[in-house]
C-alpha cells in the first residue's frame, strides 16, 4: 500500500509563499495523477492543483489565480506545491493525493487512490 507524506506547511503571514512537499514511501512506476486538495473544517475537501503524469495537462482550483504552481518528480515519485501571495482565506488543511486515471486529471477526490495525512496552512493577516 503506497504512503504519501506531505511536508512544509506552518504559520505564515498574508503575502508569504510556501512550498508543500508529498513523497511516496516507495518508488512506483505507475503514470498517477498527482494532485493536491484543501479542507477546511465544515467544508468539503476542494481541489487545489492537479498534474498529469507527463505534466502537459494541469488543473487548478479557480481561487487560485495563478498564485501557486504544482509540480512533480517522477524519478521520486513525489509533488510540490509552490504557494505564492497567500491569502488567510488559504487557511486550510493541505492533502497530496494520487490516482490512476485516464484523461484528464480529476478534480474529484473520489477517483484519487492513495491519500497524505495532511499538513496544516495557517495565513494570518
Known amino acids: 500500500q503506497l504512503q504519501l507524506t506531505e511536508s512544509g506547511g506552518g504559520p505564515v503571514r498574508a503575502g508569504d509563499s510556501l512550498r508543500l512537499s508529498c513523497a511516496a514511501s516507495?518508488?512506483?512506476?505507475?503514470?498517477?495523477?498527482m494532485a493536491w486538495f484543501r479542507q477546511t473544517p465544515g467544508k468539503e475537501r476542494e481541489l487545489v492543483a492537479a498534474?498529469?503524469?507527463?505534466?502537459?495537462?494541469?488543473a487548478y482550483g479557480d481561487f487560485v489565480k495563478g498564485r501557486f504552481i504544482i509540480s512533480r518528480s517522477n524519478a521520486k515519485s513525489e509533488v510540490y506545491l509552490q504557494m505564492n501571495n497567500l491569502e488567510p482565506e488559504d487557511t486550510a488543511v493541505y492533502f497530496c493525493?494520487?490516482?490512476?486515471?485516464?484523461?484528464?486529471?480529476?478534480?474529484?477526490?473520489?477517483?484519487?487512490?492513495?491519500w497524505g495525512q495532511g499538513t496544516q496552512v495557517t495565513v494570518s493577516s
Open positions: 498534474l498529469s503524469w507527463g505534466g502537459a495537462n494541469s
Open positions: 493525493a494520487f490516482g490512476e486515471m485516464g484523461g484528464l486529471p480529476s478534480g474529484l477526490p473520489g477517483t484519487y487512490d492513495f
Open positions: 516507495e518508488r512506483t512506476n505507475h503514470r498517477y495523477v
